[in-house]
């Protein structure tokens, strides 16, 4: 598969595997993988406690016949304010099982989808004179985006820093992309570097 690079001058193209980038989209598979990132990065650390753990309520508050009040064993019921929960959250892990032949499987069929649609955006390479937030503007206008992911091939300190205050823009080397990433973006930037990196990661050695 041949992808055109913008803004290349002279005019020329990328060559990249149908393994990583000629997949079938499976939306099944895409979800079933993005629904597990998020549940993932879940925290579960929310804890309650139940009446057996609520600080006292060892005596009954009054009699049990004879007061004209209904019977309570426990100022700590769970009806009581102050009580414990009757049904108290506990710690838990919310992580989901999806073996590595899925997720590559998924990053293969939604970087193929990219190229599809047209929202893979690959380009020569993204260099920065200074780590400004105006000239990576500038730089993503002549691109014709504001908002992108810049996927490139290592981190570059110039390219992060000038990212940080853009909204809807992010820069993220390919040892970091991950599937939240890839649809959340409408549009996607790669670098021929990155372009190259994520091909071998994703391309069809494996299979």
Do not use: C
């Not at 989901?96 to 939604?110: G, I, L, P, S």
């Amino acid at each position: 598969m041949k992808v055109q690079l913008k803004n290349a001058t002279p005019a020329s193209e990328i060559q990249l595997s149908d393994a990583a980038f000629g997949r079938a989209y499976n939306e099944a598979l895409v979800h079933q993988v993005v629904t597990a990132y998020m549940a993932a990065g879940r925290a579960g650390t929310k804890a309650q406690k139940t009446r057996a753990e609520v600080r006292g309520g060892g005596k009954k508050p009054w009699s049990q016949k004879g007061t004209g009040q209904a019977r309570v064993g426990s100022i700590r019921s769970p009806i009581w304010v102050g009580g414990g929960r009757a049904f108290a959250a506990k710690p838990r892990d919310f992580s989901q099982k999806v073996n590595r032949k899925m997720y590559r499987a998924a990053m293969q069929t939604m970087v193929s989808q990219l190229v599809r649609d047209d929202r893979l955006v690959a380009v020569e390479s993204i260099e920065l004179s200074a780590p400004r937030t105006k000239l990576l503007i500038s730089k993503l206008a002549e691109f014709g985006l504001s908002r992108a992911l810049i996927l490139v091939e290592a981190y570059e300190e110039k390219l992060f820093l000038a990212a940080r205050n853009i909204p809807h823009v992010e820069v993220m080397a390919v040892a970091a992309l991950d599937p939240l990433s890839l649809v959340k973006h409408d549009k996607v930037v790669a670098t021929v570097g990155a372009l190259k990196l994520l091909d071998q990661r994703l391309g069809g050695a494996h299979e």
